[in-house]
Nanobody, 127 residues
Framework: QVQLVESGGGSVQAGGSLRLSCAASGDTSRSYCMGWFRQAPGKEREGVAVIDSDGNTHSAGSVKGRFTISQDNAQNTLYLQMNSLKPEDTAMYYC?????????????????????WGQGTQVTVSP
Protein backbone atom coordinates (compact mmCIF):
# COMPACT_ATOMS: atom_id res chain seq x y z
CA GLN A 1 0.00 0.00 0.00
CA VAL A 2 1.01 3.60 -0.46
CA GLN A 3 -0.17 6.73 1.30
CA LEU A 4 -0.35 10.05 -0.52
CA VAL A 5 -0.37 13.53 1.01
CA GLU A 6 -0.83 16.61 -1.14
CA SER A 7 0.28 20.13 -0.30
CA GLY A 8 0.89 23.46 -1.97
CA GLY A 9 -2.63 24.54 -2.81
CA GLY A 10 -3.85 28.06 -2.19
CA SER A 11 -5.48 31.14 -3.65
CA VAL A 12 -3.90 33.09 -6.48
CA GLN A 13 -4.94 35.60 -9.08
CA ALA A 14 -5.28 34.68 -12.72
CA GLY A 15 -1.90 34.49 -14.38
CA GLY A 16 -0.19 33.38 -11.19
CA SER A 17 1.63 30.17 -10.36
CA LEU A 18 1.49 27.42 -7.78
CA ARG A 19 3.44 24.22 -7.25
CA LEU A 20 1.65 21.24 -5.80
CA SER A 21 3.48 18.44 -4.06
CA CYS A 22 2.44 14.88 -3.31
CA ALA A 23 4.49 12.96 -0.78
CA ALA A 24 4.26 9.20 -1.04
CA SER A 25 4.98 6.80 1.79
CA GLY A 26 4.54 3.11 2.43
CA ASP A 27 5.45 0.58 -0.24
CA THR A 28 7.41 2.86 -2.55
CA SER A 29 9.69 0.08 -3.78
CA ARG A 30 7.46 -0.66 -6.73
CA SER A 31 7.24 1.30 -9.97
CA TYR A 32 4.12 3.44 -9.84
CA CYS A 33 2.17 5.51 -12.25
CA MET A 34 1.62 8.80 -10.42
CA GLY A 35 -0.86 11.42 -11.49
CA TRP A 36 -2.86 14.51 -10.72
CA PHE A 37 -6.61 14.79 -11.05
CA ARG A 38 -8.90 17.68 -10.17
CA GLN A 39 -12.53 18.13 -9.32
CA ALA A 40 -14.46 21.37 -9.43
CA PRO A 41 -17.77 21.76 -7.56
CA GLY A 42 -20.57 20.01 -9.41
CA LYS A 43 -18.23 18.42 -11.92
CA GLU A 44 -16.66 15.02 -12.36
CA ARG A 45 -13.06 14.37 -11.39
CA GLU A 46 -10.84 14.87 -14.42
CA GLY A 47 -7.29 13.92 -15.22
CA VAL A 48 -4.66 16.65 -15.32
CA ALA A 49 -1.31 14.92 -15.85
CA VAL A 50 0.46 11.65 -15.16
CA ILE A 51 3.90 10.10 -15.15
CA ASP A 52 3.38 6.44 -15.95
CA SER A 53 5.43 3.56 -14.59
CA ASP A 54 7.70 3.73 -17.67
CA GLY A 55 8.46 7.39 -16.96
CA ASN A 56 6.36 8.78 -19.79
CA THR A 57 4.42 11.97 -19.11
CA HIS A 58 0.95 12.75 -20.38
CA SER A 59 -1.23 15.78 -19.75
CA ALA A 60 -4.70 16.98 -20.55
CA GLY A 61 -5.13 19.34 -23.47
CA SER A 62 -6.53 22.05 -21.21
CA VAL A 63 -3.25 22.35 -19.29
CA LYS A 64 -0.65 21.65 -21.97
CA GLY A 65 1.96 24.37 -22.07
CA ARG A 66 0.92 25.66 -18.62
CA PHE A 67 1.28 22.75 -16.20
CA THR A 68 4.32 20.50 -15.80
CA ILE A 69 4.37 17.21 -13.91
CA SER A 70 7.61 15.92 -12.44
CA GLN A 71 8.83 13.63 -9.71
CA ASP A 72 11.74 13.26 -7.35
CA ASN A 73 12.20 9.54 -6.90
CA ALA A 74 14.75 9.98 -4.13
CA GLN A 75 12.21 11.98 -2.13
CA ASN A 76 9.19 9.92 -3.24
CA THR A 77 7.50 13.16 -4.19
CA LEU A 78 5.38 14.11 -7.17
CA TYR A 79 5.04 17.71 -8.28
CA LEU A 80 2.72 19.75 -10.43
CA GLN A 81 4.03 23.14 -11.49
CA MET A 82 1.09 25.27 -12.54
CA ASN A 83 1.73 28.48 -14.44
CA SER A 84 -0.57 30.98 -16.15
CA LEU A 85 -3.41 29.87 -13.92
CA LYS A 86 -6.97 30.59 -15.00
CA PRO A 87 -10.19 30.80 -12.96
CA GLU A 88 -11.32 27.58 -14.65
CA ASP A 89 -8.38 25.81 -12.99
CA THR A 90 -10.13 26.28 -9.64
CA ALA A 91 -10.69 22.83 -8.15
CA MET A 92 -9.63 20.35 -5.53
CA TYR A 93 -6.48 18.69 -6.81
CA TYR A 94 -5.85 15.05 -6.00
CA CYS A 95 -2.75 12.91 -6.26
CA UNK A 96 -3.24 9.33 -7.43
CA UNK A 97 -1.04 6.26 -7.74
CA UNK A 98 -1.25 2.84 -9.27
CA UNK A 99 1.57 0.27 -9.45
CA UNK A 100 2.77 -0.89 -12.84
CA UNK A 101 0.42 1.28 -14.90
CA UNK A 102 1.68 2.63 -18.21
CA UNK A 103 0.07 4.21 -21.21
CA UNK A 104 1.09 3.47 -24.77
CA UNK A 105 0.22 6.29 -27.10
CA UNK A 106 -2.52 8.63 -25.90
CA UNK A 107 -3.71 8.92 -22.31
CA UNK A 108 -7.42 8.72 -21.66
CA UNK A 109 -7.78 9.74 -17.99
CA UNK A 110 -9.86 7.38 -15.93
CA UNK A 111 -10.16 7.52 -12.17
CA UNK A 112 -10.88 3.77 -12.19
CA UNK A 113 -7.25 3.14 -13.22
CA UNK A 114 -5.94 4.36 -9.86
CA UNK A 115 -6.21 2.53 -6.58
CA UNK A 116 -4.54 5.03 -4.24
CA TRP A 117 -5.65 8.61 -3.65
CA GLY A 118 -4.68 11.50 -1.46
CA GLN A 119 -7.11 13.76 0.38
CA GLY A 120 -6.68 16.66 -2.00
CA THR A 121 -5.47 20.24 -1.88
CA GLN A 122 -7.62 23.20 -2.89
CA VAL A 123 -6.58 25.56 -5.66
CA THR A 124 -8.57 28.75 -6.13
CA VAL A 125 -7.86 31.17 -8.96
CA SER A 126 -9.55 34.55 -8.91
CA PRO A 127 -10.10 36.69 -12.02
Amino acid sequence: QVQLVESGGGSVQAGGSLRLSCAASGDTSRSYCMGWFRQAPGKEREGVAVIDSDGNTHSAGSVKGRFTISQDNAQNTLYLQMNSLKPEDTAMYYCAAEPGLSFVGSWYPNTQDFRYWGQGTQVTVSP
